[in-house]
């Protein structure tokens, strides 16, 4: 992104829902909001699990649960309901729904596991260690 | 005791590695409708007892595998335009297959994968060929009803130490950079390295699948991708698609690879050895586990210093000795329970291994690190606390409770032992609950009690 705005606990709504939903953080390239381009708008969601003695399949389950929740909810057209941000009010098709995960207690064998999977899950995974 | 010296297998050494197999597709079946889904589900279905899944994984609820309950639950299979089936076995080896569709660059993509847990599974003597086998003729299967455009089978650690990036950008054509115990590559890539030139590859096996796919293996089986004779298959092959390499070099990273699968032995201070061997399983070979277990031998503790002579301790200075007992033993410990039962369920059943446990967790999560002053200031009371009920309970020491939580005591023989001022130590920076474990002081203890009372 060149000029990316970062903004936590964001609501959007979406169509057919009767509240907004609350996305960890929206990160939007302000780069892109000029008329006649498309916003690049980027959703993440933050997930703490503990992944302690899980298998790779068991771990590759629980990033599916997490991938379908944030496909779900942070994905698709929504509109920014925060009021201030360039794209108040504005109907958006998200670009890329993010999932981030703790990676302290994530072992580097299902850290990769993990990464390589995700794509196919329909989410770009990432891991913070605090 | 842990045991000191250990002498280990490299299965044992690299246990956390799976085999991997990857095949890709710009053909996703399942667009075509369940139907088109069939032909795969039928060689899934005739894999041998030991590799065929029983299980489907991605539905809400687990289910027993039948063709009609995978169609019956095919909404399920969908996360937006994405699709994912996934199959396991309840039965050991854990093995997981799936077949999902996707997008890569915006462009349809899918994948056939099957990932098998241990990889010792594939080194079996007397198996390893008949497993091997059924591998190839699985690719085979596959590569009949899905046009392949990439595909590699191998230890999976392996494929992460290398550096290869093409399992991450499936864009092709493109150079190869590393062979693997499997490889298929799809017409695109076999028309850029050239037909001729490819079937020429050193190779153990070398075959044209249909759709214009070639399948080629380095070795007979994956068992060994790791031995000398592996990597001097690779890299000769790897040499041939690309001339411009050279197969020294070539031959010295892969080499160089392998060491991080040989086993060094663990000979670790035997007060931290199960902690520091705790952190080295979960590191694993990925996580450099050669390196790390020779720092870990180097590595001693600093001798216990939170004691007292049991002659200069002081006297209980609290109002009520039973109730500020009772304080320790029922609030501060049972907090502490409270707090680590969860991701330390050892702590539930207050056996000694429940100590190196905790020890590790609080040093691997960076317990140390990431407190707060108030979080801090709870901890401490709940791991002296909890150090000391293994030297009451365990070795028989009495409590001198005290205003001041660090001058508390447990007097065993002539030591009087400063649990509170223990844990506040083990807890003042991010390698400290390695530096001042509680394994370290309950085992000094131990150690000074049976040689106190013979």
């Not at chain 1, 503990?50 to 779900?72: I, M």
Request: aromatic share 8%; hydrophobic share 40%.
């Amino acid at each position: 992104m060149k000029q990316p705005l970062v903004t936590d606990n964001t609501g959007l709504q979406r169509e057919g829902r009767a509240h907004p939903v609350y996305v960890d953080q929206l990160a939007v390239d302000q780069a892109t909001l000029s008329p006649g381009l498309r916003p690049s708008v980027h959703s993440f969601s933050n997930k703490q699990r503990n992944f302690a003695s899980k298998t790779e399949k068991e771990a590759v389950q629980q990033l599916e649960l997490d991938a379908r929740e944030a496909r779900a909810k942070y994905s698709g057209e929504v509109e920014v309901r925060r009021p201030g941000h360039p794209l108040f009010g504005e109907k958006v098709r998200v670009s890329q729904t993010h999932l981030i995960y703790d990676g302290t207690g994530l072992s580097p064998k299902l850290k990769e596991a993990l990464l390589r999977a995700a794509p196919e899950y329909g989410v770009e995974l990432h891991f913070y260690v605090p | 005791m842990v045991s000191n010296f250990t002498s280990m297998s490299p299965d044992e050494w690299n246990k956390s590695d799976s085999f991997h197999l990857d095949l890709f597709s710009h053909v996703r079946p399942l667009d075509q409708g369940f139907e088109a889904l069939e032909p795969l589900l039928e060689v899934i279905e005739s894999l041998s007892d030991d590799l065929r899944p029983d299980r489907i994984h991605h539905t809400r609820r687990e289910l027993k595998y039948s063709r009609q309950a995978l169609r019956k639950r095919l909404r399920e299979s969908y996360i937006g335009t994405n699709t994912v089936i996934r199959l396991v076995r309840s039965q050991p080896p854990e093995a997981m297959i799936s077949l999902n569709g996707w997008e890569y660059d915006s462009q349809p993509i899918s994948t056939v994968k099957i990932s098998i847990e241990p990889f010792a599974f594939l080194r079996e003597p007397g198996q390893a060929e008949r497993r091997a086998g059924q591998l190839v003729s699985f690719v085979r299967a596959i590569a009949s009803c899905l046009p392949l455009t990439f595909g590699l089978g191998h230890s999976f650690t392996d494929v992460c130490l290398g550096t290869d990036p093409t399992v991450k950008d499936l864009s092709t054509p493109r150079p190869i950079y590393e062979t693997f115990w499997l490889n298929v590559y799809g017409p695109a890539m076999v028309q850029a390295l050239g037909r001729q030139r490819l079937l020429s590859t050193p190779a153990a096996l070398m075959e044209e699948l249909p759709h214009g796919a070639v399948l080629w293996l380095t070795r007979p089986t994956p068992a060994d991708f790791d031995s000398e004779e592996a990597r001097l298959a690779q890299a000769r092959a790897l040499v041939h698609l690309r001339p411009e390499l050279s197969l020294d070099s070539t031959l010295s990273t892969l080499r160089q690879r392998s060491l991080e699968f040989s086993p060094v032995p663990m000979e670790f201070d035997p007060d931290v050895a199960d902690i520091l061997r705790m952190e080295a399983d979960f590191q694993g070979v990925l996580g450099g586990k050669r390196s790390l277990v020779e720092r870990f031998n180097r590595y001693h503790p600093p001798p216990v210093s939170e004691w007292l002579p049991a002659s200069r301790a002081p006297a209980p200075d609290v109002d009520d000795v039973k109730a500020t007992i009772d304080t320790y033993e029922g609030l501060y410990a049972e907090q502490l329970v409270a707090l680590f039962h969860t991701e330390v369920p050892q702590v539930m059943k207050g056996t000694l291994e429940a100590l190196p446990h905790l020890d590790w967790h609080l040093w691997h999560m960076g317990w140390g690190r990431r407190l707060s002053h108030e979080q801090r200031e709870t901890l401490v009371p709940s791991l002296g606390a909890f150090l000391s009920r293994y030297l009451v309970e365990v070795l028989g020491g009495r409590w001198v409770p005290r205003k001041k939580l660090e001058e508390a005591a447990v007097v065993i023989g002539d030591r009087a032992w400063l649990p509170f001022l223990r844990a506040r130590h083990a807890l003042q920076n991010q390698e400290a609950p390695l530096d001042y474990s509680c394994s370290q002081l309950f085992r000094t203890a131990q150690r000074l009690a049976r040689a106190h009372s013979h």
